[in-house]
């Protein structure tokens, strides 16, 4: 009885809940008991859950704290990040304690084993090389304690050492992987140390490498520092180093201070789902960076930096965007503002951590960079110099214009940018030409190819874009902000609107051309690629936005005759109009044992088409696909063999290889990629269930779904005005209902939103729109046999206040009242239903097949000799190749030369 009067609280006293740790009202304090019993944390024995030591600034923080924080990546402390564990020993390595010296092991504890813990440091002679894992990926500058140096018969003399780096255990060694395509590898960093000088010692500034969970310190045999008699020796410790500790200091958002102050979270009953969010969540705090450490991509930069670095080389000190911190694809590489990148990111970053600055000054390079044409840079700098473009991203950047303002509020910001904007869109509708197409001019996207003629993915786009731009209109008609200027101007929004909707009309009917009956999709084009052409492709990215822009489908009921014809078939298609939900389960059947490939990018899983996937399945309310396909490809971006169980991919082969067949070298995929981020936005919108439909979460929709995947989920996030929650669980009896399980739902939305305005979707849509038109609180529910019950509960309303309004939206009640014909039944039952057994996984998927001669076709930059050789390897040959190697690192030593800082 008490924990259902305790559920209900949770809706209106939360607000009340006063996190300074100054909490004396006793209310309250049952209100935050209650929360930790609802969903079973323990981490407060004395029911002050809500209480918490004050929050550093930025944000004030949100007021949940529980078990779902053990699934965060990042680190308490960025400014000293030990590694976990020894992970591999070659030559000359050992350590001393009070009990004596040893060799140093794989699998030893780090601390153990240096300053940190029992042992005094770890040593390294002449060809010995130590490689350290720690416990995520990681990235940033890495630091030495130097304990004592010796540099042979010359006491003051140079001691070299090298450092390598690698995201991926199967790089893990003297040399790094690789950011750049011009070879397999990158060259190992070059420190020249000077004998007998200790202390803590930084990697130089320019040298950040932006993403790793391996690092190797190795002291090469340096035959050129020993005279004509020590060459004839065996001795191999004229040259050696002494260190107390290596540690990483994380560059990564460098405008938070505390990685750990989410300003969301998700939670649920599946615990490789809550690591996929919270992978992805770290994923884009990596990729958040200092703009002047930006762009990997040397030869790019030397058009405008003109450095002189070998081939091989890497360093991160090019200067991307205005600002102190800016969101880029990836931590590695390419450390650049790429504007399709941003369209999956800026919606993840919202939910987690709302680091809105950092986008803001992504979109800003990208606006600054636009060409006299109206044409937006195909990405920031170092493109933008030479009118780099591309027909999808430049749409891309104007749907993360939308996605900002949407969750940010800041229509300053949007009225700033509307003529650039309207410039930018007006491009891309005059590409629209009698087949109501988008007839692209650009080949470039996502590296796939076949971006050719009228396309399907880049029209899809664009119609969804037109959509979005409606919507920023009329928020700019209904802005109070505006000035008698920009009031003037935007008079012209009503013209621009009716105009758009034209356009869209147009692209309804131009994609009912490339709609192909004999597999119930889309093709990509109508050409060689469309429904009856040499090679019929039905992508995945098209027909995922096909699904997402919500178009109309009717017009594909009567199919073309020929794509490029005016002329339909005599008769409507026998299954009728094509719907969402066809869509949506003809994607799921190309599924192949790793996930989803890309048919239009051949030999391929992408995340990032996945990730429009997710959304597709979603818009078509196919909540289940979307869940299982999370499970399916990032579950394998976790935890298949060469990633990194903390980040995830930008992408691999579809035989599971962690190769990404863009490029020749496997070392060269970003393990750290905002693209791949899609199930941290998703999880929240469309499975907990809060999508926000104005600006600044003025409006929102409410619509949790509950798969079968799951018994409870869970998930919340800051908005301009606080913060909106929303809790689902599985439950054997309710009340007087124990016929059979049941699901209840809670809502807890800011204290004010601006015009009071939420809807429930879905299921709820119908029941409840009539007394939300009211202005009522939302209330909570159970949910059995696709019936939602309201509770039988007498509360006094409060109407929803307009804006501006003195309690904005949220109802007063009185206790009393409150409790009245609720707490005081006898009868009331609450029981979760934990023996709930989840769906289970098909295990019956085969692998996708490698197609090498296309996979070699369709690469990027330059092929090394041997590639194909390289990736049929085995474990043991590919351990032979390192073994290798690192012996020629050694002998050679090697590498690129950086600088280095003393501390003290």
């Not at 078990?67 to 000293?80: C, G, L, T, V």
């Not at 990596?286 to 930006?294: A, F, N, R, Y």
């Not at 007006?426 to 087949?435: E, F, L, N, Q, R």
């Not at 393990?671 to 919108?685: D, E, F, K």
């Amino acid at each position: 009885m008490i924990g259902f009067c305790f559920i209900f609280f949770l809706l209106t006293a939360r607000d009340g809940c006063d996190l300074s740790g100054s909490h004396t009202n006793k209310k309250h304090n049952v209100v935050c008991t209650v929360l930790r019993f609802v969903v079973g944390s323990k981490e407060d024995k004395h029911g002050h859950h809500c209480q918490q030591e004050k929050v550093p600034p930025k944000l004030y923080g949100p007021p949940w704290h529980g078990e779902w924080q053990k699934y965060i990546r990042a680190p308490e402390d960025k400014s000293h990040i030990l590694p976990e564990r020894i992970y591999k020993v070659r030559g000359n390595v050992s350590t001393s304690s009070s009990i004596g010296s040893r060799s140093v092991l794989p699998g030893d504890d780090f601390e153990e084993v240096t300053g940190q813990g029992r042992g005094d440091g770890i040593l390294l002679g002449m060809g010995g090389s130590l490689t350290v894992a720690f416990k995520e990926n990681v990235g940033g500058r890495i630091c030495l304690d130097i304990d004592s140096i010796g540099a042979g018969s010359e006491k003051e003399g140079v001691v070299t050492v090298t450092l390598g780096y690698s995201e991926s255990p199967w790089y893990a060694g003297p040399i790094p992987d690789a950011t750049g395509d011009r070879q397999d590898r990158d060259l190992p960093l070059r420190l020249k140390l000077k004998g007998g000088k200790t202390g803590k010692v930084c990697v130089g500034k320019d040298f950040v490498r932006g993403s790793f969970k391996y690092f190797t310190i190795s002291v090469p045999v340096s035959w050129a520092a020993l005279g004509e008699e020590e060459k004839l020796q065996t001795r191999q410790d004229r040259h050696w180093l002494r260190i107390k500790s290596l540690w990483t200091v994380l560059t990564s958002y460098p405008d938070e201070k505390y990685g750990q102050n989410y300003t969301g979270y998700f939670h649920s009953s599946n615990d490789l789902l809550n690591r996929i969010w919270y992978s992805g969540t770290w994923t884009l705090q990596l990729s958040t960076i200092d703009p002047k450490e930006g762009s990997s991509l040397i030869d790019y930069n030397r058009q405008i930096d003109h450095n002189n670095s070998p081939q091989g080389s890497w360093y991160s000190n090019f200067t991307i965007s205005n600002g102190t911190s800016v969101t880029t694809d990836g931590a590695k590489r390419d450390r650049m503002v790429w504007p399709g990148d941003m369209f999956i990111a800026i919606p993840g970053i919202a939910v987690s951590t709302n680091d809105m600055p950092s986008v803001r000054n992504a979109l800003d390079v990208l606006y600054n960079f636009q060409y006299e044409d109206g044409s937006l840079p195909y990405a920031g700098p170092p493109m933008g110099y030479h009118r780099e473009f591309s027909d999808t991203y430049h749409l891309h950047t104007l749907l993360g214009t939308y996605n900002y303002v949407l969750y940010s509020g800041d229509l300053k910001y949007l009225r700033s940018k509307w003529n650039a904007y309207q410039r930018a869109l007006s491009v891309s509708i005059a590409k629209v030409d009698s087949m109501g197409l988008l007839h692209v001019s650009s080949v470039s996207d996502w590296l796939r190819p076949g971006l050719t003629g009228h396309n399907v993915e880049a029209s899809a786009i664009l119609h969804t874009t037109l959509a979005k731009s409606i919507v920023l209109a009329n928020w700019l008609l209904d802005d109070d902000d505006a000035d008698e200027t920009e009031i003037f101007a935007m008079f012209r929004n009503e013209y621009l609107i009716d105009s758009w909707r034209k356009v869209q009309k147009d692209i309804e009917k131009g994609l009912a051309r490339l709609y192909c009956p004999s597999t119930g999709l889309f093709s990509d084009n109508i050409g060689q690629r469309s429904c009856k052409g040499a090679y019929h492709v039905d992508p995945q990215d098209g027909n995922s936005w096909v699904l997402i822009s919500g178009l109309d489908l009717s017009e594909s009921n009567l199919p073309f005759t020929d794509p490029k014809s005016e002329e339909r078939e005599s008769n409507p298609l026998p299954e009728g109009v094509p719907s969402a939900q066809n869509i949506s389960d003809n994607l799921v059947k190309r599924w192949t044992k790793f996930g989803a490939p890309a048919p239009e990018f051949p030999n391929v899983i992408s995340p990032f088409a996945s990730g429009f996937e997710l959304l597709a399945h979603a818009a078509s309310g196919n909540i289940s696909a979307a869940v299982e396909l999370m499970l399916l490809e990032w579950g394998y971006l976790l935890d298949g063999p060469g990633f990194t169980n903390s980040t995830l991919a930008e992408g691999f082969r579809v035989d599971g290889h962690m190769q990404y067949p863009a490029y020749p070298s496997a070392a060269r995929n970003s393990h750290a990629h905002g693209w791949s981020s899609g199930p941290t936005s998703v999880l929240i919108s469309s499975v907990v269930g809060i999508q926000v439909t104005k600006y600044g979460g003025s409006e929102l929709v409410v619509n949790p779904r509950l798969p079968g995947w799951l018994s409870f989920v869970r998930g919340g996030f800051e908005l301009a005005d606080g913060w909106v929650e929303i809790l689902v669980w599985r439950v054997k009896e309710w009340m007087k209902k124990t016929d059979g399980t049941g699901i209840i739902v809670t809502v807890t939305i800011p204290k004010q939103t601006v015009d009071g305005v939420i809807q429930f979707g879905g299921l709820f849509k119908d029941l409840w729109e009539d007394e939300l038109r009211k202005g009522h609180r939302v209330v909570p529910g159970y949910w059995s046999e696709d019936v939602f019950d309201r509770l039988p509960v007498e509360v006094d309303y409060y109407k929803a206040a307009t804006k501006g309004g003195e309690h904005g939206f949220g109802p007063f009640m009185e206790t009393g009242k409150f409790l009245k014909g609720w707490c005081e039944s006898q009868n009331f039952v609450l029981k979760f239903d934990e023996d709930y057994v989840p769906l289970e996984m098909d295990n019956t998927r085969p692998p996708g097949v490698v197609d090498w001669d296309i996979m070699e076709k369709n690469f990027r930059g330059p092929v090394y000799k041997g590639w194909r050789v390289d990736h049929l390897k085995t474990v043991a040959e590919r351990e032979e190749e390192e073994e290798n190697l690192f012996a020629r690192a050694m002998e050679s030593g090697m590498g690129m030369d950086g600088d280095f800082e003393y501390l003290d």
